[in-house]
Structures are given as structure tokens and as C-alpha cells.
């Protein structure tokens, strides 16, 4: 198991941004590729975003932004104009690969998640 601990969920009112971190080991973030990904209860696991070791992104379109922090130890999603239906447990993951890591079965390791609630 790899150390990967989310934070940054809670609840926020539609419209606002929110940055979510995922907090590992300096080793870890430059050696594997991290990705962020959600899910509502009934749904499949969604891929968001993701970076390798090396820095490549591949992400949805739109209002996420994936960003890696070596110092800090994180790689945090920051997500923007919020909306109710971004409501769900958020996720950070780790592949040893770059392999289609917007896929979750791709993943091979995974954080605990951290609960975005979005509502006014």
C-alpha cells in the first residue's frame, strides 16, 4: 500500500473553487503517475485528471486543473465554478505506470477519498 491521504473535501456552495490535496512522499509523486477521480454512490469511479512522474497531464476539459507541488509533497486538484452535481467522494490514486490512468481500473493503489459536498 502507498501512502496516499486526500483532504481539502467538505462542503461548499455552488459557484465557488476548491482545492482538493493528495499527500504522499517526494519518492512516490516522482515515480508514479497520481490521479484524481470521484464517485457518487450507484456510479462508476470517474477519472479527472492525472500526472505522471514525469509530469505529463492528461484531464478532463473544463474546471479542473491537476497540479503537482515536489516541496510540498502534494498533487491537488483545484476545481472551479462548483456545482451541485460535482457532489461526491473524491479520490486520489496511483498507477507505477502511464497507462490510460484516467481508467480506475488502471489504478493499483488509492487513498481513503474525501467527501466534496456542494450545496447552498
Known amino acids: 500500500q502507498l501512502p496516499l491521504v486526500e483532504s481539502g473535501g467538505g462542503l461548499v456552495q455552488p459557484g465557488e473553487s476548491l482545492k482538493l490535496s493528495c499527500r504522499s512522499t517526494?519518492?512516490?509523486?516522482?515515480?508514479?503517475?497520481i490521479g484524481w477521480f470521484r464517485q457518487v454512490p450507484g456510479k462508476e469511479r470517474e477519472g479527472l485528471a492525472c500526472?505522471?512522474?514525469?509530469g505529463f497531464i492528461d484531464s478532463v476539459k473544463g474546471r479542473f486543473t491537476i497540479s503537482k507541488d515536489i516541496d510540498a509533497e502534494t498533487v491537488d486538484l483545484q476545481i472551479r465554478n462548483l456545482r451541485v452535481a460535482d457532489t461526491a467522494v473524491y479520490y486520489c490514486?496511483?498507477?507505477?505506470?502511464?497507462?490510460?490512468?484516467?481508467?480506475?481500473?488502471?489504478?493499483?493503489?488509492w487513498g481513503n477519498g474525501t467527501l466534496v459536498t456542494v450545496s447552498s
Open positions: 490514486a496511483a498507477q507505477s505506470t502511464w497507462n490510460n490512468c484516467r481508467r480506475h481500473t488502471n489504478m493499483n493503489y
Open positions: 517526494r519518492w512516490i509523486l516522482e515515480h508514479f503517475t
Open positions: 500526472i505522471s512522474g514525469g
